[in-house]
């Protein structure tokens, strides 16, 4: 039993300054990283802003065919339809519009 606490001793702190050094290693490719993995993000910014208006302009047609059936049926409800849809569609245009500002 003696034997294995000695052996701990002295085997402990070397361990601890391999990983002390792997890790001061390691972090010299850090700001390397970061610019790359912003580049990435940056780069989906157009791509997904084009999506959300092919998005806002298919909800738009389904609002508009939805308005144009309940007017068409005499419904009393149509002017709140009418604004929740038309109010969905600029949101979705602005929020695109906003977190691409924000975020570019």
Same mark, same amino acid.
């Given at each position: 039993? @003696?034997?294995?606490?000695?052996?701990?001793?002295?085997?402990?702190? =070397?361990?601890?300054?391999?990983?002390?050094? /792997?890790?001061?290693? =390691?972090?010299?490719?850090?700001?390397?990283?970061?610019?790359?993995? &912003?580049?990435? $993000?940056?780069?989906?910014? !157009?791509? =997904? &802003?084009? #999506? %959300?208006?092919?998005?806002? =302009?298919? $909800?738009? #047609? %389904?609002?508009?065919?939805?308005?144009?059936?309940?007017?068409?049926?005499?419904?009393? !409800?149509?002017?709140? /339809?009418?604004?929740?849809?038309?109010? @969905?569609? %600029?949101? #979705?245009?602005?929020?695109? /519009? %906003?977190?691409?500002?924000?975020? #570019?």
């Amino acid at each position: 039993m @003696a034997k294995q606490k000695s052996i701990f001793k002295k085997g402990f702190p =070397a361990v601890v300054f391999f990983m002390t050094v /792997t890790n001061l290693m =390691a972090q010299g490719n850090g700001s390397a990283g970061i610019t790359e993995a &912003t580049q990435m $993000v940056t780069s989906y910014f !157009d791509p =997904a &802003t084009k #999506l %959300i208006y092919a998005i806002g =302009a298919i $909800v738009g #047609l %389904i609002g508009g065919v939805k308005v144009y059936s309940k007017f068409s049926s005499g419904d009393p !409800d149509t002017g709140k /339809t009418a604004a929740s849809w038309f109010g @969905a569609c %600029i949101f #979705l245009i602005v929020a695109a /519009t %906003i977190l691409r500002s924000f975020f #570019l």
